[in-house]
Nanobody, 121 residues
């Protein structure tokens, strides 16, 4: 199984980024997908999750109203649209695949290597 994130980078406060995550080696449409992030010196935290059919999404309180998770099962890809970015959003963002769309890292079996997002003031 291969999970590959892309789309990270440096952006100014208030700006936007769109992260993509492409998965191969498993039946994408059978899996929930999620994004987690980890800032230096902090624990990994769940950001957003989406069920296999996109019927339900879940977001951390810290990103509600700013970040949107979505997926395209035909393209084996899910996305994290991040708007109104803040310096506190600076972290490595990880994509993960699992069976249940909850924001708990233990529920996800497959992980990408991460993509750096840096928000400057």
């Amino acid at each position: 199984v291969h999970v590959a994130e892309s789309g990270g980078g440096l952006v100014q406060e208030g700006g936007s980024l769109r992260l993509s995550c492409t998965v191969s080696g498993l039946t994408f449409r059978d899996h929930a997908m999620a994004w987690f992030r980890q800032a230096p010196g902090k624990e990994r935290e769940g950001v957003a999750a989406i069920t296999w059919n996109a019927a339900d999404t879940y977001s951390a309180d810290s990103v509600k109203g700013r970040f949107t998770i979505s997926r395209n099962n035909t393209a084996n890809t899910n996305y994290l649209q991040m708007n109104s970015l803040k310096p506190d959003d600076t972290a490595i963002y990880y994509c993960a695949a699992g069976m249940y769309a909850f924001l708990k890292a233990d529920l996800y079996n497959y992980w990408g290597q991460g993509t750096q997002v840096t928000v400057s003031t």
